[in-house]
């Protein structure tokens, strides 16, 4: 069992920038690769970035190739995400979350989630 729990959400103007980080218990986080999924209002649930449980390998989403940045520190169970060059449209509840595969960008790929936090982009 993993639990994980997302902070650094908030509001932020256009063209501004946001850390996320996600704390995962237990020994195992080593085990997982890692990933962040994003759900606007109204809309799925889509992936946003995904890393590889060494760290070594990265996944975007064409959307945030060049603004966004996933890394990982094993040695504190925590993955990360910089957002950078916000826009109104990354305006979401970003969700962490924990897959055997890499990379997983389908939801029902993903082992554990956490439970969220809230990123607003105003214009």
């Known amino acids: 069992q993993v639990q994980l729990v997302e902070s650094g959400g908030g509001l932020v103007q256009a063209g501004g920038s946001l850390r996320l980080s996600c704390a995962a218990s237990?020994?195992?986080?080593?085990?997982?690769?890692m990933a962040w999924f994003r759900q606007a209002p109204g809309k799925e649930r889509e992936p946003v970035a995904a890393?590889?449980?060494?760290?070594?390998?990265?996944y975007y989403a064409d959307s945030v190739k060049g603004r966004f940045t996933i890394s990982r520190d094993n040695a504190k169970n925590t993955v990360y995400m910089q957002m950078n060059s916000l826009k109104p449209e990354d305006t979401a509840v970003y969700y962490c979350?924990?897959?055997?595969?890499?990379?997983?960008?389908?939801?029902?790929?993903?082992?554990?989630w956490g439970n969220g936090t809230l990123v607003t982009v105003s214009s």
């Open positions: 979350a924990a897959t055997i595969g890499f990379p997983v960008v389908v939801p029902s790929g993903v082992r554990y």
């Open positions: 237990g020994r195992t986080f080593s085990s997982y690769a």
């Open positions: 890393i590889s449980r060494s760290g070594g390998s990265t």
